[in-house]
């Protein structure tokens, strides 16, 4: 678990976002983002959160530890998920959530 405190802010609005469009119960929503902060296929750490994110962080949470697909095909799967009314609302919820 990230020990920055805006990482800890992004990675609860990622838990929250898999919630509101993925329909995680809460605590599984926690309980996935933390599995994939320990997941070693990518080089997952603060900046990487922060470089991908909010929405493409919850897309990775869901796609590698909930759909378990691994990374080979991360790029397609954020590929296919980047221009929609669900990742418009995520960057919206983004905005409303992490500047205050």
Known sequence: MSNDPETQHLLKIVA??????????????KSAVAAFETYE????????FHYVGAWQSALAVHYIVTLDRGHANLSEYFKANEN?????????????????
């Open 16 to 29: 929250d976002l898999l919630v509101l469009h993925f329909s995680y119960a809460p605590d599984d929503a």
């Open 41 to 48: 296929g990518l080089p997952v750490d603060d900046d990487w």
């Open 84 to 100: 929609t009314p669900a990742a418009r609302m995520a960057h919206q919820y983004w905005r409303d959530n992490y500047f205050n």
